[in-house]
Every structure is written in structure tokens, then in C-alpha cells.
């Protein structure tokens, strides 16, 4: 039996369906990775205490406040672990798992973050027509083929918080102030909205990530491959002269990030690969793991690269070129723009 509410914050998650604050809501309903649901906040918390709504805007958590988000997964090494439960009734406990939005039974905590925030499940968002609404509704189609003949500028790391996102705004904002058409995506992580918008205000004319596909997150998903090329050919609509791709989290890891290496497809269309690495192991680690599978990383990024020790070490130790995103950003778009300008697929292994 449903029943309307009003809900106080809306994540961010959901918005592809771009929900009002009333809602109907039916909590007699299996759960389902990527169904919407409201839980209320069973107490406040001072770290990872806040929600980024649909309008890109940080919001604090508050006891009591009813909260929209949608039901997904998490895999994250310095994050909070959890899974959609397999059965859900009215008052159960959930967890937030991310700032985006993705709910779940939490498994696992990071103790930097404290326990997850608990929600008490009051019930899932239903239509008209009472069936469950979900994120995956009118969903970009996957694809197990690549129609986009665009060049890619991938840009993947050794782990979660090691620069990728910085590097790939800094990439679309240098190559768009040379007179580049460039378009973005993200392809693999948890669902949040500011790495897309961020990427938009760096000059993007457009930007996806799996959301667009229908997912809350890559967690336990083998393959993001076909989300990827279905992400890739919907870009490719908007003409662009190159397309800036970040693999969120680690190329190893819960998120299927290895998945992409691994497609010769995808692979020949890749004109540069950027790695950003926390430190040096990780740059090291990161080379001879994509070495194994035949992949050439042209570029290493991140942390790793902050100053001269690393830097050094990087270009001497691994005969790479060192670019840190932070103090060298003209210099990572110009190495990106010469290489897709000059890159064709019979030149990429």
C-alpha cells in the first residue's frame, strides 16, 4: 500500500529522473540495485556528514531528515563497503555509502570515516502505476560494440584519491582553450554528480558516467565495457575532436576497472593513457601490471609527482614522462594533444 511523503533532501543519484519532494512511496516492495528509496536519518554525524543533492550542492545531514537516494553497492578501499540486501521492510536499517546518494546495507567501514550514517527504511519511490521507479529507466543502451571513431585520452590510477579527476579537468580545460572540441566521461566508481559537473566547468560539451547507464555504481560488475562504449558512442553524437575518459578508482580493485584493459577495441581507440599514482610503488606497480596485459602507459600523473624526488625517480626509473596536474597543467594538455592529433589505431597496442 503506498503513501505520499515529503522528503527533505534529494541525492544526487537520482537525478536522471528528477524527482519532486513529494513522493509516493510503497515500502512493501523487493529491493533492487538501482531502486529509489527514502530513509530517514537515525542520527547526525561530523565526518562524511554531508549529501550532495541534485543540484550539485553540499548539504549537511541532519537527524530525522528524510533522504532520497537509490539502492547500489560499494566497494571502496578507503570508503565504506556495503551491498543492496536481498530483503527490506518497513523500519530496517540501511546505511549511506557515499555522498552521492548510494544506500545499502553497510559490511565494512573505513575508521578515518567512522561507522556509515543509518537510515531507517520508510519505504521505496513508486510511479503512477506503482511499480518501483529506478535510476535505469530510459538508461543509455550498453553496447558490446564501439560505433564512436573518436580518439579516447584515458585517464585511469593506482587507487581511489591518486588525481585522476584533477588531470582529466585540467586535460579538457588545456585542450579546450587550444580551440578543442572535447567531450568527458567517467566509466567505473560510486555515483556522484561533481566529477561530471566539474569536468562541464572545465570546458566539456559534454560529460556522462555510468549513471547515464543506469548504475549506482560499478561495484561488483565484471565488464564495464559495454557501459563504456554505449557512453562513448552517445558522446560521439556531440562531435567532439577527442573524448577525456576517467576510470574511477583503482585499475585493480571491486569496481571491474581491469575489464577495459583488458578490450582491444577500446584499446586501439585510446590515442594517450594517463596513470596517476600515489606514490612510487604505485607508479612502478601500475606499469608492470598494464605491462602484463600489453598496455603502454604514456604518462604518469598524481601524487607520485609533486615534487622533483618523485618526478626524477618516475622519468629516470620507468624512462616515463612526469606531469603533475597541479603545477604543470599546459604541459599535460599540450603531451594530450599531440599525441591524439597524431594518433591513429594502427599505432595503438
Known amino acids: 500500500m503506498s503513501e505520499q511523503i515529503r522528503v527533505h533532501k534529494i541525492a544526487s543519484a537520482t537525478s536522471r529522473l528528477q524527482l519532486e519532494a513529494e513522493l509516493q512511496i510503497d515500502p512493501n516492495i523487493s529491493p533492487e540495485n538501482g531502486q529509489v528509496v527514502v530513509g530517514e536519518a537515525l542520527r547526525e554525524k561530523r565526518i562524511y556528514a554531508e549529501l550532495e543533492l541534485v543540484s550539485g550542492r553540499m548539504a549537511k545531514i541532519l537527524k530525522g531528515d528524510r533522504i532520497v537516494g537509490v539502492l547500489g553497492s560499494r566497494a571502496a578501499l578507503r570508503g ?6 536481498s530483503q527490506l521492510f518497513f523500519g530496517d ?3 549511506v555509502l557515499n555522498k552521492g546518494g548510494v544506500i545499502g546495507r553497510c559490511t565494512s567501514s573505513n575508521q578515518d570515516l567512522g561507522d556509515a550514517l ?23 543502451a550498453e553496447s558490446q560494440s564501439l560505433e564512436s571513431t573518436v580518439p579516447i585520452i584515458l585517464v585511469a590510477g593506482s587507487c581511489m584519491n591518486s588525481g585522476k579527476t584533477q ?11 587550444f580551440g578543442v572540441r572535447v567531450a568527458a566521461g567517467k566509466v567505473s566508481g560510486v555515483a556522484c554528480l561533481r566529477d561530471v559537473l566539474n569536468m562541464q566547468d572545465h570546458g566539456a560539451i559534454d560529460a556522462l558516467s555510468f549513471i547515464d547507464c543506469g548504475h549506482p555504481s560499478t561495484a561488483g560488475i565484471e565488464s564495464v565495457v559495454p557501459l563504456t562504449k554505449g557512453i562513448l558512442n552517445v558522446l560521439s553524437a556531440s562531435s567532439p575532436d577527442v573524448i577525456v575518459l576517467e576510470i574511477g578508482d583503482g585499475i585493480v580493485g571491486g569496481y571491474g576497472c581491469e575489464s577495459l584493459f583488458q578490450d582491444d577495441e577500446l584499446m586501439r581507440q585510446c590515442a594517450f593513457l594517463v596513470f596517476c599514482a600515489n606514490d612510487l610503488l604505485a607508479a612502478w606497480g601500475g606499469v608492470r601490471f598494464l605491462e602484463q596485459i600489453g598496455r603502454t602507459i604514456d604518462c604518469i600523473s598524481g601524487p607520485a609527482t609533486d615534487n622533483e624526488v618523485g618526478t626524477q625517480w618516475v622519468e629516470q626509473s620507468l ?10 597543467p599546459g604541459d599535460l594538455a599540450r603531451l594530450s ?3 591524439f592529433r597524431s594518433w591513429s589505431p594502427v599505432k595503438r597496442r
Do not use: M, W
Not at 118 to 140: K, S
Not at 319 to 328: E, I, S, Y
Open 80 to 85: 565504506f563497503v556495503g551491498t543492496v540486501p
Open 93 to 95: 536499517t540501511l546505511h
Open 118 to 140: 543509518p537510515l531507517r527504511y520508510l519505504g521505496t519511490v513508486v510511479g503512477p502505476d506503482g511499480g518501483a521507479r529506478n535510476i535505469g529507466e530510459n538508461a543509455i
Open 167 to 177: 588531470a582529466a579537468c585540467e586535460i579538457v580545460a588545456g585542450l579546450t582553450s
Open 319 to 328: 624512462g616515463l614522462r612526469a606531469v603533475n596536474a597541479r603545477t604543470q
Open 337 to 339: 594533444g599531440k599525441a
